[in-house]
């Protein structure tokens, strides 16, 4: 009788989780906008390149796109329009309007609206490791 409790309550949790966040490897959760735009929520650790690993997991098992695709930054840090958390990293599989698409680079800091990565290259900065430990 006691596994019973047991299981109901495993199961009660897995299905208060939304169905609609996705949170990568690292930790950091994705939320759709609409269709082709989505953003990035950090939880705890905020690099640069935890925005852009979750972007790119995001765009390849959500979206389903493919490693030479783009992935663009609509808006850098503001709140969240999902989730209402302080800070999020909008990105777009379209590349925004208003502005130049340019690649980023890793010297670059923040994002800005027109930025990207491709998936791959995004990908590869779920690999980052800081020089020096905190």
């Known amino acids: 009788m006691k596994q019973s409790y047991t299981f109901a ?6 299905f208060s989780v939304p169905l609609t966040a996705d949170a990568a490897r690292n930790g950091f959760r994705t939320e759709p906008i609409n269709a082709t735009d989505f953003e ?14 979750a972007a790119a997991d995001y765009a390849r098992r ?16 503001g709140p969240s329009v999902t989730t209402g ?3 999020a990293v909008q990105f777009s599989i379209k ?10 680079s890793f010297v670059s800091f ?10 791959q290259g ?3 900065r779920c690999n980052y490791r800081p020089f020096f430990n905190d």
């Open 9 to 14: 309550a495993l199961a009660a949790l897995a």
């Open 40 to 53: 990035v929520i950090p939880r705890g650790d905020m690099r640069t390149e935890g925005y852009w690993c």
């Open 62 to 77: 959500t979206l389903g796109l493919g490693w030479t695709d783009r992935i663009y930054v609509l808006r850098g840090y």
């Open 85 to 87: 958390r302080r800070t």
């Open 95 to 104: 590349q925004p309007q208003t502005v130049d698409a340019q690649p980023s």
């Open 110 to 119: 923040g994002f800005q609206p027109g930025n990207s990565e491709s998936v």
């Open 122 to 124: 995004a990908n590869a």
